[in-house]
């Protein structure tokens, strides 16, 4: 499947629920994000991450977000692959970031967590 596809974003959100690290985690974070990929291959995408009242949530479009994030499609591709550390891109400007940066640091094992449900999907997808 291809990055950013909306095949793609249905199986991260698929996943959430298969993985005990990040759902134990859940009742423990109230944070929601915003990712707006600019320039990929289907155009900008927006897609979202919730963690709210101990229920997660991955799908297409923006929420009422906590943070977002903005990003050319190149630069998530890197980070995607590990190729680019994301602290990285947002010291250079590849990434830019707009909310409360609070969220992002209290939040930090519960991305540290979603980062797996990524990876259970990377080995299937096509990021070109």
């Known amino acids: ?27 423990k ?15 900008d995408v927006t897609y979202h991450f919730t963690c709210r009242d101990g229920r997660l949530s991955f799908g297409k479009g923006p929420v009422p977000s906590d943070v977002t994030f903005t ?18 891109a947002f010291i250079k400007g590849l990434v830019r970031f707009s909310g409360d940066h609070q969220k992002v640091i209290d939040a930090q094992p519960l991305f540290a967590a ?6 259970s999907v990377r080995e299937t997808t096509d990021y070109r």
């Open 1 to 27: 499947m291809r990055y950013l596809s909306d095949e793609w974003i249905a199986a991260i959100g698929r996943q959430l629920a298969d993985f005990p690290a990040i759902n134990a985690l859940a009742s």
């Open 29 to 43: 974070h109230s944070v929601a994000v915003t990712q707006l990929v600019t320039a990929s291959p289907f155009g």
């Open 71 to 88: 990003q050319d499609y190149d630069t998530a591709v890197g980070v995607a692959t590990g190729k680019v550390n994301a602290a990285d």
């Open 114 to 119: 979603l980062d797996g449900v990524f990876a």
